[in-house]
């Protein structure tokens, strides 16, 4: 199924979680923050949130700003 | 036996003698200097600057991670330790309040809940002078959902007054146009702001140099906030080291009480005893 991610579209297989979509874009351990439309998604939720067709998933880190 | 306390390189004297610390919604500082820690050009150069400046307080901004590409880049929180900075996330490029309490949400997951914020709200990519009725919706939102709101404004005293009102911890009125190193345009209107404050109240934005950031401070400021002023410099460390020390003259110079002006000459020496003809 289809998702946007960091507003690009975004394959992902059916009942695919949050810390699953994580791990495989290799940023496991990583500190960041994920928001699912517009919501954010509390990492001790991610293992258990599963993706649905056209969800819009941001993944945010931090870096160097004033 | 060494003293842990004394100053060293890397842990620099932030503060005036004696002088009572920064309060920010509770948390206290040595420093009144925060520094920024974009426009460096490494990490490496990043934590040397800010171990110099002295700064405790330190901010960054929150942006999509790359995805596929410099998976092995260090990353900010990691080069920076939670133990020694207070990170303040910040909402620079944000054009709206939804965006920027968007963006403070996520910096607070981001740390585990750390609900210190700076908000900042822009109006233009030429002027990124702050658009104030969005920033004045926004700091309504951030407060009610339990955010300490440190608020990048314009030098504007009703405003500012505004802002305190809806409950922000720190009122950050611009000195010029961010990132233009023109220093302090409108002392008079920063006065008024802080004449009128009760909260602390930071320059955040255009300081170029040190003689601004300690005028800042002899103005009364309780703080000065910068990024460019030290990046951007030819020497980023020897900036650093000259603006945490600008920051501390400045305060000690606004607690001393500066002497009376005069428009005649008024000579130091006594005039009794003079050797003349």
């Known amino acids: 199924m289809q998702i946007q991610l960091n507003g690009e579209d975004h394959v992902v297989t059916d009942d695919t979680t949050i810390a699953a979509l994580v791990e495989s874009l290799g940023l496991q351990g990583r500190r960041l923050a994920?928001?699912?439309?517009?919501?954010?998604?509390?990492?001790?939720?991610?293992?258990?949130?599963?993706?649905?067709?056209?969800?819009?998933?941001?993944?945010?880190?931090?870096?160097?700003?004033? | 036996m060494t003293d842990s306390s004394a100053p060293t390189l890397n842990n620099p004297v932030t503060q005036v003698a004696g002088d009572s610390p920064l309060i920010v919604a509770g948390r206290e500082f040595s420093s009144r200097l925060l520094v920024g820690t974009g426009k460096y050009k490494d990490m490496d150069e990043t934590r040397s600057a800010i171990e110099t400046s002295g700064a405790e307080v330190v901010t960054f901004a929150v942006r999509r991670t790359n995805l596929g590409q410099n998976a092995d880049e260090p990353n900010l929180l990691d080069v920076l330790s939670p133990d020694r900075y207070t990170f303040l996330p910040n909402t620079a490029g944000c054009y709206n309040a939804r965006d920027a309490v968007r963006t403070c949400k996520l910096a607070r997951e981001l740390l585990d809940g750390h609900n210190l914020v700076k908000l900042e709200v822009l109006g233009d990519q030429d002027t990124l002078y702050p658009n104030i009725?969005?920033?004045?919706?926004?700091?309504?939102?951030?407060?009610?959902?339990?955010?300490?709101?440190?608020?990048?404004?314009?030098?504007?005293?009703?405003?500012?007054?505004?802002l305190e009102e809806i409950g922000c911890c720190a009122i950050m009125p611009l000195g010029s146009l961010i990132g233009s190193g023109l220093g302090i345009l409108n002392p008079h209107t920063l006065s008024l702001i802080i004449e009128r404050a009760n909260v602390p109240v930071l320059v955040d934005a255009g300081l170029g140099t040190a003689s601004e950031a300690a005028f800042a401070m002899e103005l009364g400021c309780d703080g000065v906030l910068m990024n460019s002023a030290i990046a951007h410099a030819r020497q980023p460390l020897l900036m650093a080291d000259a603006m945490r020390q600008a920051v501390i003259s400045g305060r000690g110079a606004f607690l001393a009480g500066r002497m009376p002006t005069r428009l005649t000459a008024r000579a130091s020496s006594p005039g009794a005893g003079l050797i003349t003809g």
Request: no cysteine; hydrophobic share 40%.
């Open chain 1, 34 to 66: 994920v928001e699912r439309n517009e919501d954010i998604v509390p990492r001790s939720a991610h293992a258990d949130t599963r993706l649905h067709a056209g969800d819009r998933i941001e993944i945010v880190h931090a870096i160097g700003g004033g």
């Open chain 2, 133 to 162: 009725v969005e920033t004045l919706k926004a700091a309504e939102e951030l407060v009610a959902d339990g955010f300490d709101v440190m608020v990048y404004t314009s030098d504007d005293p009703i405003v500012a007054r505004q």
